[in-house]
Antibody, heavy 126, light 108 residues
Framework: QITLKESGPTLVKPSQTLTLTCTFS??????????VGWIRQPPGKTLEWLAL???????RYSPSLNSRLTITKDTSKNQVVLTMTNMDPVDTATYYC??????????????????WGQGTTVIVSS | EIVLTQSPGTLSLSPGESATLSCRAS???????LSWYQQKPGQAPRLLIY???NRATGIPDRFSGSGSGTDFTLTISRLEPEDIAVYYC?????????FGQGTKVEIK
């Protein structure tokens, strides 16, 4: 069974740096084509894809947030860490850790976010 | 960046009816990179469909996906009260992923 759990501060002041940790189990981030990423959801709004790190340490970021985000992995601890600099009240959201994997047949299958953490709420306020 | 536009914003139907949810992309997508998610109130999203038309593990066959190019559809047949949720399409292409704004399904 695959599980992911997010941890980090609930309250962050404007201009501070947010550090979130995703601790996972049930899979290895050394397995080919596996990735772990972060997605956020402001209250009452849609989902926003933030960043993803692949098994081979390739990293991808949202173009609009690229300059503020860093994602790293520690395969020995089964953890992925996301840092976001210069936090602003508009960054208030629930932040989810996700497991991305190729599902199904090689040609007719597809990528899916096959498991999600429960989410952690981050409030940005002075 | 690819933009996904979902319609309608809200769908209100009676139990047993069919729901048709649309997802339109600003540019053509590989079907392998189009997925659908269900988010019930207070819960994290759950994968429904991957690769445009493949049901994820444990998803009832009432849920089906179709489409190609820029137009994709999620169909929920025989709507049940437990299907009350917001449904999102998502694409992952080039180097980043985006979500649609969601379609809320309500039961009359």
């Amino acid at each position: 069974q695959i599980t992911l759990k997010e941890s980090g501060p609930t309250l962050v002041k404007p201009s501070q740096t947010l550090t979130l940790t995703c601790t996972f189990s049930g899979f290895s981030l050394t397995t080919s084509h596996v990735g772990v990423g972060w997605i956020r959801q402001p209250p009452g709004k849609t989902l926003e894809w933030l960043a993803l790190v692949y098994w081979d340490d390739d990293k991808r970021y949202s173009p609009s947030l690229n300059s503020r985000l860093t994602i790293t992995k520690d395969t020995s601890k089964n953890q992925v860490v996301l840092t976001m600099t210069n936090m602003d009240p508009v960054d208030t959201a629930t932040y989810y850790c996700v497991y991305r994997v190729w599902l199904g047949a090689p040609t007719s299958g597809g990528y899916g976010l096959d498991a999600w953490g429960q989410g952690t709420t981050v409030i940005v306020s002075s | 960046e690819i933009v996904l536009t979902q319609s309608p914003g809200t769908l209100s139907l009676s139990p047993g009816e069919s729901a048709t949810l649309s997802c339109r992309a600003s540019q053509s997508l590989y079907p392998n990179y189009l997925s659908w998610y269900q988010q019930k109130p207070g819960q994290a999203p759950r994968l429904l469909i991957y690769g445009a038309f493949n049901r994820a593990t444990g998803i009832p066959d009432r849920f089906s996906g179709s489409g190609s190019g820029t137009d994709f559809t999620l169909t929920i047949s025989r709507l049940e009260p437990e299907d009350i949720a917001v449904y999102y399409c998502q694409q992952y292409g080039s180097s980043s992923g985006t979500f649609g704004q969601g379609t809320k399904v309500e039961i009359k």
